[in-house]
């Protein structure tokens, strides 16, 4: 059992990337020790505490969008600054077979890196999808490529890679890769798309799929989906799990 | 062989577990996944008249001892509660659940008024939680603070439902025997106690109170004495059947609460330390120390730190 933090722990920042102009990563000072497609609830003292997943566990590294107040406040913050942070908590991904492919939309790419890294570690190959609105938005192409990763774009607007929504490349890859498995992480709407074509080729996948977190442990029910629990039975569920 | 049946106001509940109010209890499905997992009855989130959105994160910590909330009681409101308890009722027929809705008001009428509309979809029993301050007296005073105010509020609710009514009453009182008497007095058909006791976590390197709303309620093992002993001096004083809650994760805790007097025994917080599988566990570990202790029934335990 991994150790898990149940009140916030003070990290400082030790590094802040941009990757896009609305996405940035931040490095932290300090280890946890998680499954890809955990998530830790980042507290702001004053603001609020929001879920995120890990895109690494030693140093932690969180990727953060920004959408709304408390992610704007958090994008204000700069190395030497503390964020306090709790878990980690949920479901990760499970590595299912030797042959990978991973869709991400938006910051949802970022579990997908971190799954990326302990996949190739095991000796396993990925391709990975990526998708945004258009190509300043992709982010970590070249981490991915790094790591050894075949990588796929798709831009909605036409602007780098494939015209389109990452599930319709995913539809056009898939007789050529022959993938042992899906895992996907990105907005409603991909997942759904994502999860017809999994049923269609009998093709084992997990999806990481949110909801509104409070206590991030599974008693408050605030991010009940139908009856499972996004923050204790997932956020990464498999396909026949969710259906 | 052990027999875990208890009656409460007239229902058979399968075993005396009943999963406490805001623990879970927020959908349909949700509700007949705990029912599933061998509740004897589940209780729903408490719901209020309208639509309330809740206090910002951090609403709920576990701190070592047990847990602490202050999630401000949200909820979708009486309407949209009584459309989920109407499903919940349908998924939960088959096993032979009761269902308990809980509800909370800032006025005495706002209580009537939920009352009325979440009776509409006939849940088994409705808890009238009384720990929520009362706005009407504008001091934030719980109505459980006060016995006139709980048995004013507990009279509104039984002139509005002919269904069994439970009030929920609050440890942070110097007297709870006192309230459970006026509420007895006033009609309610069973009592719930303890809600969460009054706390408070700081950050020490923040400087700062961790929970948004600054202070919240103390739940889990840390409360189980208070919890013990408010039962033990509620059943002393009272008539009616109470539901033992507060820090019960194990089927040891069950059977102190029923030695203490209790007919049911609440269960909240062990769903964070055992999971959903607390129901069942609970229920074995009680049935096998009541066997070693040779009780064969529920009623033949409850209440013997009484007699000594
Ligand atoms: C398991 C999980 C992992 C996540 N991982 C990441 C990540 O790696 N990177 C990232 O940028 N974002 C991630 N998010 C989303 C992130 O939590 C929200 O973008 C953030 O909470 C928005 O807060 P805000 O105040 O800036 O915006 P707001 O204006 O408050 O909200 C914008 C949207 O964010 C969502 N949101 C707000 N509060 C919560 C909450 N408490 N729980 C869940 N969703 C909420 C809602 O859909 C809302 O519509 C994740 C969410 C979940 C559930
Ligand atoms: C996250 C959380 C939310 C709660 N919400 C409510 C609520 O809406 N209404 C209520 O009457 N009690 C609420 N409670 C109190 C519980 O019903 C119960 O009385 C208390 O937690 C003690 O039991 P326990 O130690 O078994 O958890 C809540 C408790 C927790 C932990
Ligand atoms: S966020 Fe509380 S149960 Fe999932």
């Given at each position: 059992?991994?150790?898990?933090?149940?009140?916030?722990?003070?990290?400082?920042?030790?590094?802040v990337k941009d990757e896009s102009l609305k996405v940035k990563t931040f490095i932290l000072d300090g280890k946890l020790e998680a499954i890809p497609g955990q998530f830790v609830m980042v507290w702001l003292p004053g603001v609020d505490e929001k879920p995120f997943s890990l895109v690494n566990d030693s140093p932690v590294v969180i990727?953060?969008?920004?959408?709304?107040?408390?992610?704007?406040?958090?994008?204000?913050?700069?190395?030497?600054?503390?964020?306090?942070?709790?878990?980690?908590?949920?479901?990760?991904?499970?590595?299912?077979?030797?042959?990978?492919?991973?869709?991400?939309?938006?910051?949802?790419?970022?579990?997908?890196?971190?799954?990326?890294?302990?996949?190739?570690?095991?000796?396993?190959?990925?391709?990975?999808?990526?998708?945004?609105?258009?190509?300043?938005?992709?982010?970590?192409?070249?981490?991915?490529?790094?790591?050894?990763?075949?990588?796929?774009?798709?831009?909605?607007?036409?602007?780098?890679?494939?015209?389109?929504?990452?599930?319709?490349?995913?539809?056009?890859?898939?007789?050529?890769?022959?993938?042992?498995?899906?895992?996907?992480?990105?907005?409603?709407?991909?997942?759904?798309?994502?999860?017809?074509?999994?049923?269609?080729?009998?093709?084992?996948?997990?999806?990481?799929?949110?909801?509104?977190?409070?206590?991030?442990?599974?008693?408050?029910?605030?991010?009940?989906?139908?009856?499972?629990?996004?923050?204790?039975?997932?956020?990464?569920?498999?396909?026949?799990?969710?259906? | 062989?052990?027999?875990?049946?208890?009656?409460?106001?007239?229902?058979?509940?399968?075993?005396?577990?009943?999963?406490?109010?805001?623990?879970?209890?927020?959908?349909?499905?949700?509700?007949?996944?705990?029912?599933?997992?061998?509740?004897?009855?589940?209780?729903?989130?408490?719901?209020?008249?309208?639509?309330?959105?809740?206090?910002?994160?951090?609403?709920?910590?576990?701190?070592?001892?047990?847990?602490?909330?202050?999630?401000?009681?949200?909820?979708?409101?009486?309407?949209?509660?009584?459309?989920?308890?109407?499903?919940?009722?349908?998924?939960?027929?088959?096993?032979?659940?009761?269902?308990?809705?809980?509800?909370?008001?800032?006025?005495?009428?706002?209580?009537?008024?939920?009352?009325?509309?979440?009776?509409?979809?006939?849940?088994?029993?409705?808890?009238?939680?009384?720990?929520?301050?009362?706005?009407?007296?504008?001091?934030?005073?719980?109505?459980?603070?006060?016995?006139?105010?709980?048995?004013?509020?507990?009279?509104?609710?039984?002139?509005?439902?002919?269904?069994?009514?439970?009030?929920?009453?609050?440890?942070n009182v110097t007297d709870i025997a006192e309230v459970a008497c006026a509420v007895e007095e006033a009609g309610a058909d069973a009592i719930c106690a303890i809600n969460t006791v009054a706390g408070m976590l700081i950050d020490v390197y923040a400087g700062r109170p961790i929970l948004a709303n600054r202070t919240g309620g103390l739940s889990g093992p840390a409360i189980k004495p208070i919890a013990l002993r408010c039962v033990y001096e509620i059943t002393q004083n009272v008539?009616?059947?109470?539901?033992?809650?507060?820090?019960?994760?194990?089927?040891?805790?069950?059977?102190?609460?029923?030695?203490?007097?209790?007919?049911?025994?609440?269960?909240?917080?062990?769903?964070?330390?055992?999971?959903?599988?607390?129901?069942?566990?609970?229920?074995?570990?009680?049935?096998?120390?009541?066997?070693?202790?040779?009780?064969?029934?529920?009623?033949?335990?409850?209440?013997?730190?009484?007699?000594?």
């Open positions: 059992m991994p150790t898990v933090h149940n009140l916030p722990v003070p990290f400082a920042i030790k590094l990727t953060v969008a920004r959408v709304g107040p408390f992610t704007s406040q958090l994008h204000e913050k700069k190395p030497g600054d503390t964020l306090w942070l709790r878990g980690p908590y949920g479901k990760g991904f499970s590595i299912e077979g030797n042959k990978l492919l991973l869709v991400g939309g938006g910051y949802g790419v970022a579990p997908l890196l971190f799954l990326a890294r302990r996949a190739r570690a095991q000796g396993c190959s990925v391709d990975a999808v990526i998708g945004a609105r258009c190509a300043e938005e992709l982010i970590f192409v070249e981490d991915f490529r790094a790591l050894g990763c075949q990588v796929h774009l798709a831009t909605e607007d036409g602007s780098l890679g494939f015209r389109g929504k990452a599930p319709e490349l995913v539809e056009k890859l898939i007789p050529e890769l022959r993938p042992d498995s899906i895992c996907g992480c990105g907005p409603e709407g991909m997942l759904e798309a994502l999860s017809e074509i999994a049923v269609f080729w009998k093709l084992p996948a997990q999806f990481s799929y949110e909801s509104y977190i409070r206590c991030g442990f599974g008693v408050c029910g605030s991010c009940e989906r139908k009856g499972w629990l996004v923050c204790r039975d997932g956020p990464v569920r498999s396909l026949s799990q969710s259906l | 062989m052990v027999n875990l049946g208890v009656d409460l106001c007239g229902y058979r509940l399968k075993n005396p577990l009943v999963l406490a109010s805001g623990v879970l209890g927020t959908g349909p499905e949700l509700l007949a996944r705990v029912a599933e997992a061998g509740a004897g009855a589940v209780t729903t989130k408490s719901c209020s008249l309208a639509p309330r959105r809740g206090h910002p994160n951090p609403t709920v910590l576990e701190w070592g001892h047990g847990l602490i909330n202050a999630v401000g009681l949200a909820n979708p409101g009486a309407e949209a509660m009584a459309r989920i308890i109407a499903e919940a009722k349908k998924l939960l027929a088959p096993l032979k659940t009761p269902i308990i809705a809980s509800i909370f008001g800032s006025t005495i009428e706002e209580f009537a008024r939920t009352a009325h509309i979440i009776s509409s979809a006939s849940p088994d029993f409705i808890e009238v939680n009384i720990s929520c301050p009362n706005v009407e007296e504008e001091f934030g005073r719980p109505f459980a603070a006060d016995p006139e105010a709980a048995a004013k509020v507990t009279r509104a609710v039984k002139a509005v439902t002919s269904i069994p009514v439970i009030v929920k009453l609050s440890p008539k009616i059947p109470v539901i033992g809650t507060g820090g019960v994760t194990t089927g040891k805790d069950a059977l102190e609460m029923i030695m203490a007097g209790a007919t049911a025994v609440g269960v909240g917080s062990a769903v964070y330390y055992r999971g959903l599988q607390a129901f069942n566990l609970i229920q074995e570990e009680l049935a096998d120390l009541m066997q070693k202790l040779g009780y064969r029934s529920i009623e033949e335990v409850r209440g013997i730190a009484h007699r000594s």
